[in-house]
Structures are given as C-alpha cells and as structure tokens.
C-alpha cells in the first residue's frame, strides 16, 4: 500500500523543539520531492519545507531559520526538525509526496498528491 504516516507531533512550549516523522511505504523517497505542509483552524494550508530527490531544500521565509526538513534513504523516513517554536506554529502539520518523479521541487501544494493524515502541534505561550 503507498501512503505516508505522520508521527511526533505534541504538546511544546514557546522556544521548544519537537521532530515530526514521515513513514513511507510503497515507494522510495529518495525517488520523490517531499514536503511538510501545515494547516491550522480557520487559516489556509502553508508549504512549511520541500526537499528535492536530489536532497536541494526550499523553504518559505516564515520558517527558513528555524525549521529543516531532511530524508533518511535507509530508513525511508522524511524528517522535520522544528526550532524555537512559537504559538504560531500550532497546527496540523502534513506530510505529502510529489504526484510524480522527476521536474521541478516547488512550494506549491498542487504538484503534491499522496497525503498523510496529519499530525497535531501545540506550542503554549
């Protein structure tokens, strides 16, 4: 079965750290761009980090500081280590594949169509 598994979210208070874990199966990640996306209530899913197959990484200004995103091939495993968090990075923080091998890496949620079910981030002020 191809999906990604979502894991590692909680409960962190402001200027903590958690790392979320992505679990795929039924593929290579290292075949694919990747991406940790982020929604929270009543606001529009956010691009938080991407990463090429080839390893180059994109990241918007918002977290580009603080948060890096990273592949473990053995393991087949996507990572997201999040830094000096702040309350606004409560959300529900997804993980997803590139619809397809091969092109461009961007930002953009379109060009990602295989999904996890999310995992939940809580940063208390």
């Known amino acids: 079965q191809v999906q990604v598994v979502e894991s590692g979210g909680g409960l962190v208070q402001a200027g903590g750290s958690l790392e979320l874990s992505c679990t795929a199966t039924?593929?290579?990640?290292?075949?694919?761009?990747m991406g940790w996306f982020r929604q929270a209530p009543g606001e529009e899913r956010e691009t938080v980090a991407v990463?090429?197959?080839?390893?180059?990484?994109n990241y918007p200004r918002s977290t580009s500081d603080r948060f890096t995103i990273s592949k473990d091939i053995p393991k087949n495993t996507l990572y997201l280590q999040m830094n000096s968090l702040v309350p606004e990075d409560t959300a529900m923080y997804f993980c997803?594949?590139?619809?397809?091998?091969?092109?461009?890496?961007?930002?953009?949620?379109?060009?990602?169509?295989?999904w996890g079910h999310g995992t939940q981030v809580t940063v208390s002020s």
């Open positions: 990463i090429a197959d080839h390893g180059a990484t």
């Open positions: 039924g593929f290579n990640v290292r075949d694919y761009c």
């Open positions: 997803a594949r590139k619809r397809k091998t091969g092109g461009a890496c961007s930002r953009a949620a379109s060009i990602f169509g295989l």
